[in-house]
C-alpha cells in the first residue's frame, strides 16, 4: 500500500486537513477492509478500479466515482475490485460547512456524489480534469481552485461550535460539553442543533471519536496490550468504559485491533 499526504494551502488550511492519495496493486484475492470513524467529512476521487461498500453482509454498492463521505458513527466495510488508486481531501469537522448550502447531517453515515451537491457542469468538468492530471501536484492544484471559488464566509460556521470542535481536538476529546461552555449551560440545546447541521454529529459522538483517535493511535504506534495504560492516557474513566467505546465505533475488542486483517486500511490512515 502507498499512502500519501500533502498540506492544503495557507487560505484551506484552517478548513481542509490533508490531501491524500492511496494506490494498492491488483490483489489476486481482494479482502474486506473495515473503515472506522475518524470524525472527518472526505471528498474522494476513485481513480483505479470500482470500490464496494458492504450495505449487509452480503450485499454492497458500488461506490460513486467521485462523492463525500459523509460522517460516520459505526464502523462499514469495503473492498476493491482491482486496483486502487484514489485521491482525496480530508476536511477538519466543521471544514466542508463552508462550501456547501446543505445541512451536514444529510450527509451522515453514507457517499453523497459530489454532482448532488455542486452543479453538475462545473462538477463534470472537475471530474475529467482530475482524471486527465498528469500527477498528484497537479489534482491539488485542479482541487484547491474549486474549493476557494465556492469558499463561503467562515462565518457560515457557528463560532460557538467551531470553538467547541477546537477545544475537543485541543484535549483529545476528554472534556465533557458542560465543561466547555461553562457558564453557558444554556447554549447546549442551540449548539446540538448546529453541530448537527454543520459538523453531522453531535457534540458528544465527536468528543468520543476524537477521544478514540487518541487510543488507536497509542495502540498503533506503542502496539501496546496494557489496555488500562492505554484507557488511562486517553483519559477515559476506566478499561470497562474504554472497551465499550472502542466496540461502539469498531465493532470488536482492542486487542483484536492491532493484527486484525480487515484492518489493515484503517490502520494505515491512522499512522
Known amino acids: ?16 486537513s490533508c490531501y491524500w492519495t492511496l494506490e494498492i496493486p491488483k490483489q489476486s484475492q481482494s479482502q474486506k477492509q473495515r473503515i472506522v470513524p475518524d470524525g472527518c467529512i472526505e471528498m474522494a476521487f476513485i481513480l483505479g478500479d470500482n470500490i464496494k461498500r458492504y450495505t449487509s453482509e452480503s450485499e454492497f454498492i458500488l461506490q460513486p466515482r467521485s462523492m463525500v463521505l459523509g460522517q460516520t458513527i459505526k464502523p462499514f466495510y469495503i473492498e476493491p475490485t482491482g486496483y486502487v488508486k484514489t485521491f482525496a481531501v480530508r476536511f477538519y469537522p466543521y471544514g466542508f460547512a463552508n ?22 457542469k462545473i462538477v463534470d468538468d472537475l471530474e475529467q480534469k482530475i482524471i486527465e ?22 462565518k457560515t460556521i457557528n463560532t460557538v461550535v467551531k470553538n467547541t470542535v477546537d477545544y475537543l481536538l485541543s484535549t ?15 447554549k447546549r440545546r442551540q449548539l446540538e442543533r ?27 504506534d ?23 467505546d472502542f466496540k461502539e465505533f469498531t465493532g470488536i475488542n482492542p486487542k483484536e485491533f492491532i493484527n486484525h486483517e480487515n484492518l489493515a486500511l484503517s490502520a494505515l490512515f491512522y499512522k
Open 99 to 120: 462550501f456547501v448550502s446543505e445541512p451536514i447531517s444529510n450527509l451522515a453515515n453514507k457517499e453523497t456524489p459530489i454532482n448532488q451537491l455542486f452543479e453538475k
Open 172 to 186: 483529545n476529546g476528554s472534556v465533557s460539553i458542560n465543561s466547555i461552555l461553562k457558564e453557558n449551560l444554556s
Open 1 to 16: 500500500m502507498d499512502y500519501q499526504t500533502y498540506q492544503p494551502h495557507i487560505d484551506l488550511k484552517s478548513l481542509v
Open 194 to 220: 448546529n453541530f448537527k447541521k454543520q459538523i453531522g454529529l453531535s457534540p458528544k459522538q465527536l468528543g468520543k471519536v476524537i477521544r478514540l483517535q487518541t487510543a488507536l493511535k497509542m495502540l498503533l
Open 222 to 244: 506503542q502496539k501496546s496490550e496494557n489496555l488500562t495504560n492505554v484507557a488511562y492516557e486517553s483519559e477515559y474513566f476506566d478499561q470497562a468504559h474504554f472497551i465499550k
Open 133 to 154: 492530471a498528469e500527477n498528484t501536484e497537479q489534482r491539488i492544484s485542479i482541487i484547491e481552485k474549486f474549493l476557494l471559488d465556492r469558499l463561503n464566509d467562515e
